[in-house]
Structures are given as C-alpha cells and as structure tokens.
C-alpha cells in the first residue's frame, strides 16, 4: 500500500480539509483552559507551515476530549486556535461550529495561506458513528483532504476514515508520514540486536504488540506490572501485586512462544516492593526472585528493583535498535519511578534509534528532561500499539493510493 502524501498534491488555491490531532492535556486554572502539553500541535506544524507556504487554505479539523456527540464547553477547540495562532504567527480563524453555514461563511472569506480551526468534530453525533451525512458536509467545506492526526488514526470516525469517499483526492501529512516511517518502516529490517521494552499496566493491552515483535526482537525485556503476571506463571510469589489471573495460561504460551522464536524474554529479577501504593508508603528492594522468593505477603511490586535496572542497561547497553512502550513501575509516584527513569536515561545514552511507542511511557520521558535524547517519540497512544501490532489503520486506509 503506496498512500498518495500531501507532496503529491496540487494544493495552490485549494481549500484543504486536515484533520490534525490536536487532544492535548489541558489543565484549569483561575477558570480558564491551559494545555499542558503542546507536542502535539507542534508536531503538525511542518504539515500547517507547508500548506501556508503553497499558497492553500488550510481548514483544519480536530476531536478534543470524549463530548459524547453534543457541544460540551470545556471541550471547546477556541483555547487551542489562540495557541496555534501564536506557534504559526498568523491570525487562525476559529468557526464555533463544525459544520454548515458559520463554516461555510468563515471559509468563503479565507485568502491563499490562511488558516481556519473547525469547532470539535465530536461535538456531533454523526463523527464518531461515522455517519456518512456527517462526512459529507465535512467534505463539502474543502477541495482536498490531509489526514496529520496519527493519534487518531485507529479511529474509523467521519473526520478519519468517512470523509475520503466525498473528495477528489486524500493524502497523509508530513507528521502521519513520520510515525509511518518509524513505527513500521524502520522497524521492518531494524538494525541488530533489535530490543523491545515492555512495561505498562497490563498483559491483557500488549498481547498483539508482544506477538508482532516477537518475530523481529533479539531481546525482549519485561517491566511493569504486567511483569508480575509473568511471575507468577512461573510460580513466584507476588504478594498483593496487581496481577491479571485470568491471562496466567497466555503468560505461558507468551513465555513458551518465546523460546520458539529463539527471542531472549527477560523479566526482572528482583523488585521495589511497597506496603502499599501511596507517595509515602514504605518500599523496600526485595533479593533476587525465584520460585521460592517473590513479593512479600501484603506487599506488592510497585517498580523494578535495583539488580534489574543492572541488567536492563547493559541489555541496552548492547542494542541497535530499541522498542520502548509502557512504564517499567508506578512512575506517577516519585518514589516509584527510579526503574522508568533509569530505562530513559539508558536510552538516552545509547547510541542505537531510539523509538518510544505512545502513551504513558512518552509522558515518562518527558518527565524525565529526555526527550529530545531519543530518535523518535510517537504523539501516538492506541494508534502506536495497534500500528506495531500490524494492524491496519482505518485513518491511513481510507487515504487515496498513489498510482
Ligand atoms: P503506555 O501508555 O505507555 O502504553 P500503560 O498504559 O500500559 O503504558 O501502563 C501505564 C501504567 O502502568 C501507569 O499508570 C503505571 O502506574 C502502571 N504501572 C506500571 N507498573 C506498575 C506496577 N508494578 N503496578 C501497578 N501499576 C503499574
Ligand atoms: C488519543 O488521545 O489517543 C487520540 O487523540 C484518540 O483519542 P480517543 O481515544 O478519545 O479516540
Ligand atoms: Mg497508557
């Protein structure tokens, strides 16, 4: 599949529908929205920029937040058209609706090079249920459409997948193209030793990634709780850990599946262990595990423990390429968060392409200060997964093939 990019397209005079990802984290404060974190409107703007240069009218559409399909005020897109006006230092033309005359109306107005933000695309039912009426009066507003929203992409909603059966031609973004290239490009011949890092809250959300990879990595290195059902499928005690008990016999046949593909699966060999999950709790590094010696009764595993964060570095220490997603311990609490941070830094040391796959992990690395140590980090959470996972995205799939 040879999707047409947005290089490929005529775009001087037309009216371009883009549809970005622009669900950032917001925080309140004195009554009014702050975004948090910009990365994501910032990683659009080759694609906005680009536009503006070729002469087009860019009409850019975004979802923000879960509005359930009516207008909802706190998830109004207005906050982020004044942030984006400063990034592109151009006046962006904020349409309070997303759809039908008041676009209609803003767009009619828009000189070459102008940009224009279209309210909330959840703010009507007709997205998320990708109704194909809602598409259409979508389409309508533009000539062109750009998919830049990767994080979106795993969504078949009208402003991602519907849209493309009413215009003449759809195309990826520069930004859509880069996570493209990343997450499945690079990782289809990875440069050796390939290595995977594996953390995050459950097995149950990594089953597909850990089987996709298990074809391609070397060495896969196992954190996070999802480390604790492991464990315990091989028999060592957990204490009060959070374990999912009804995925232990798919732990096996992952452990099993492993030594098939000759990939070396590690998991930690010894634990932060905490009476219980609070800032002040007391935690202590339990000795190396086995059978007969895990998490202490009434304890759990809340990050790695010292000796694996050893052997964890010298794996990364040794690798070409590396694969990280999901926290390797409850980072959110700084005390528990020593396991993650020295994963980061590792990767922030090593030589090899260094790519952070989506989610809480990249929210780890930015808290960290590393971000821009690492090759690539996707602006990606669910869309990274189901990408490594080999999956088709609906947003990429709906986009026109290039001849
Ligand atoms: P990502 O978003 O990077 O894919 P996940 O959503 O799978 O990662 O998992 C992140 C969550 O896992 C974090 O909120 C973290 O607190 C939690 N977590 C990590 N280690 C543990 C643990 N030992 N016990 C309970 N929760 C954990
Ligand atoms: C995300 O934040 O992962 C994307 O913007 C998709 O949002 P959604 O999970 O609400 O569809
Ligand atoms: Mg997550």
Redesign the pocket.
């Known amino acids: 599949m040879k999707k047409l990019s947005l290089r490929d397209l005529e775009v001087r005079g037309q009216r371009v529908l883009t549809r970005v990802?622009f669900?950032v984290p917001t925080d309140e404060r004195d009554g009014r929205v702050v975004i948090t974190d910009d990365t994501?409107i910032r990683e659009s703007l080759p694609t906005i920029n680009y536009l503006r240069e070729q002469g087009a009218k860019t009409i850019l559409m975004a979802?923000f937040?879960?509005p359930k399909g009516k207008p909802v005020e706190k998830y109004s897109l207005r906050p982020v058209a004044d942030h984006l006006q400063t990034l592109i230092d151009h006046p962006v033309a904020f349409s309070t609706d997303t759809i039908g005359k008041i676009p209609e109306e803003i767009i009619s107005h828009m000189n070459d090079g102008d940009v224009a933000l279209l309210e909330n695309v959840?703010f009507h039912a007709g997205e998320?249920a990708n109704d194909p009426k809602f598409a259409e009066a979508l389409a309508k507003l533009g000539d062109l459409y750009v998919n830049d929203?990767f994080?979106?992409a795993?969504?078949a909603?009208a402003s991602t997948a519907g849209i493309t059966k009413f215009v003449k031609q759809s195309a990826m973004g520069f930004l859509m193209e880069k996570e493209i290239q990343y997450l499945s490009g690079e990782l289809e011949k990875p440069a050796k030793p390939f290595l995977v890092i594996m953390g995050g809250s459950k097995v149950s959300d990594k089953i597909g990634v850990l089987k996709a990879l298990m074809e391609k990595a070397d060495v896969i290195l196992i954190g996070g709780a999802m480390a604790n059902t492991f464990w315990k499928a091989q028999g060592v005690p957990v204490g009060s850990s959070r374990v999912e008990a009804d995925k232990l016999d798919l732990a096996r046949e992952l452990l099993d599946l492993a030594k098939k593909k000759g990939v070396r699966f590690l998991l930690p060999v010894d634990a932060l262990e905490a009476d219980r999950i609070e800032a002040g709790a007391t935690a202590r590094n339990t000795s190396r595990v086995s059978p007969t010696h895990g998490i202490s009764d009434g304890w759990q595993a809340v990050d790695v423990g010292r000796a694996t964060i050893g052997l964890y570095e010298e794996e990364i220490a040794k690798a070409k390429t590396i694969l990280w997603n999901g926290p390797l311990g409850i980072f959110e609490i700084p005390a528990f968060a020593l396991g993650t941070i020295a994963i980061a830094e590792a990767l922030a040391r090593s030589k090899a392409t260094t790519i952070i796959g989506?989610?809480d992990s990249v929210t780890a690395v930015k808290q960290a200060g590393l971000a821009d140590k690492m090759t690539f980090i996707s602006t990606?959470?669910?869309?990274a997964l189901e990408l490594l996972e080999g999956k088709e995205l609906p947003g990429i799939a709906a986009l026109s093939e290039r001849s």
Request: hydrophobic share 15%; proline share 0%; charged share 30%.
């Open positions: 990802d669900n994501r979802h937040g879960r959840r998320e929203a994080g979106a795993h969504r909603h989506g989610g990606g959470g669910g869309a």
